[in-house]
T-cell receptor
Framework: GQNIDQPTEMTATEGAIVQINCTYQ??????LFWYQQHAGEAPTFLSY????GLEEKGRFSSFLSRSKGYSYLLLKELQMKDSASYLC????????????FGKGTSLLVTP | EAQVTQNPRYLITVTGKKLTVTCSQN?????MSWYRQDPGLGLRQIYY???????DKGDVPEGYKVSRKEKRNFPLILESPSPNQTSLYFC??????????????FGEGSWLTVV
């Protein structure tokens, strides 16, 4: 089976840095994805990690430790438009390389 | 433009009345899947398809059917909808299977209410 945990809600201030953690337990691990989802809209791809370490992409970075079953998404220089839900998803090599999603972290950016 | 198109986007229907939500992608992707999203439960996979005529159950397949007769289309069928199938549904597609960072493309979502 699989279990993906992330905080339900977080609040941060415009211009600040926020780290959203994700822990997982899964069989057939084949990569970890982060998606952003605004209310009522489709998720959009942010990042992908399959090896340990940090992947940086502009204001967003994602880290993975496979031995610890742990990832985080780091958002820098927060903007009001970053208020959204952030979804951690683990891909499994079994079950057709399906993505299993966590329940999402709702981030509120305040002025 | 790369697209996954779902229809209808919004639907209110009655218990037991068969309905189909269509999904079409224009990227020649092999893999397509359906998810439902419910408050507090996140996105859960209903069915997926690795290629034409190849489909398999996801985590919550009960009450749903799918078919994959053409590569571009992957309709979701609710033979006898019930109120617990009220949800936001997403169709998704990607190229290949796994082993790389193949991005999943999501449709815009279909809001379904069963009364």
């Amino acid at each position: 089976g699989q279990n993906i945990d992330q905080p339900t809600e977080m609040t941060a201030t415009e211009g600040a840095i926020v780290q959203i953690n994700c822990t997982y337990q899964t069989s057939g691990f084949n990569g970890l994805f982060w998606y952003q989802q605004h209310a009522g809209e489709a998720p959009t791809f942010l990042s992908y990690n399959v090896l340990d370490g940090l992947e940086e992409k502009g204001r967003f970075s994602s880290f993975l430790s496979r031995s610890k079953g742990y990832s985080y998404l780091l958002l820098k220089e927060l903007q009001m438009k970053d208020s959204a839900s952030y979804l951690c998803a683990v891909r499994r090599s079994n079950s057709g390389y399906a993505l299993n999603f966590g329940k999402g972290t709702s981030l509120l950016v305040t002025p | 433009e790369a697209q996954v198109t779902q229809n209808p986007r919004y639907l209110i229907t009655v218990t037991g009345k068969k309905l189909t939500v269509t999904c079409s992608q224009n990227m020649n992707h092999e893999y397509m899947s359906w998810y439902r999203q419910d408050p507090g439960l996140g996105l859960r996979q209903i069915y997926y398809s690795m290629n034409v005529e190849v489909t398999d159950k996801g985590d919550v397949p009960e009450g749903y059917k799918v078919s994959r007769k053409e590569k571009r289309n992957f309709p979701l069928i609710l033979e006898s909808p019930s109120p617990n199938q009220t949800s936001l549904y997403f169709c998704a597609s990607r190229t290949g299977t796994g082993g790389s960072g193949n991005t999943i493309y999501f449709g815009e979502g279909s809001w379904l209410t069963v009364v």
